[in-house]
């Protein structure tokens, strides 16, 4: 007989907050059956409320990990994304959230980790501790990160220049990448307004990247993030279908 032993779950002498704040997470049915109902609940206000569409999704892979790569310019961005993506996909989903601001207060804590499936993503404290997360994330199939390497919201609604941070994770990286254009998000929801405008969002979706030939160096993470940040922008000034 094959032997075998109990391990107790690994926040199991922790807080809720401080479990939440934990990634990876321990696997909970509550939460796997929450996020699941807020994400129909989602998708079907921002097509009644806010005609919510989408192209280029036929540029979605079926089964390997990939990174969406987007403008941000309001919370409407990391829910658009989410809620573009097969529901089959939606535990599998992980938007990078500075940890400073959606991981301190336990009403933005229990909403990033349970409804959005958020990564605490260290911006000034630990951010190459942060990119190895990331970098352990897409080696298994299926997973999709979202980043904004904007690193903040836009307050004018115009694209800012793209972190070289993006960079330093995807040289040599096989993945692919897809660049994508939230629209209509700063008209509803700009960064300080309390609550959306009934505005109309879409998102586009471009071709598959991969930098995987990109040598290390800075300078290979700056070209990076370069290139991304002028497809993003292209496709923020394609005209829509």
């Known amino acids: ?43 079907g206000c921002l097509k009644l409320f806010h ?19 987007a403008n941000h310019s309001s919370h409407w961005d990391a829910i658009c994304l989410i809620s573009m993506l097969p529901f089959r996909m939606r535990h599998r989903i992980f938007p990078a959230a500075a940890a400073d601001y959606f991981f301190t207060a336990l009403p933005r804590v229990m909403f990033s980790s349970i409804i959005v499936n958020a990564l605490p993503f260290h911006r000034t404290a630990g951010p190459q ?10 080696k298994t199939p299926g997973n999709v990160l979202i980043l904004f390497p904007e690193g903040t919201r836009s307050r004018s609604g115009a694209l800012g220049e793209f972190k070289p941070g993006i960079g ?27 609550l959306p405008r009934l505005t109309r969002l879409s998102v586009v979706v471009g071709k598959p990247m991969s930098f995987d ?15 991304l940040q002028g497809a993003v922008q292209d496709l923020l000034e394609a005209e829509d279908d």
């Open 1 to 43: 007989m094959d032997e075998w032993h109990y391990d107790s779950a690994r926040d199991l002498d922790k807080n809720l907050a401080d479990g939440l704040r934990d990634f990876p997470r321990e696997p909970s049915m509550w939460i796997f059956a929450t996020r699941s109902a807020a994400g129909l609940f989602i998708r």
């Open 213 to 227: 030939q990109v040598a290390p160096g800075k300078g290979g993470a700056k070209e990076i993030a370069q290139q």
């Open 129 to 138: 501790q942060s990119l190895k997360i990331c970098q352990q994330l897409l």
């Open 168 to 194: 330093l994770l995807l040289r040599g990286c096989a993945v692919p990448v897809l660049p994508c254009a939230i629209k209509g998000a700063f008209e509803s929801w700009p960064k300080g307004r309390r």
């Open 51 to 69: 005609g919510f569409r989408v192209t280029g999704l036929e540029n979605i892979p079926n089964d390997s990990a990939f990174v969406l790569v």
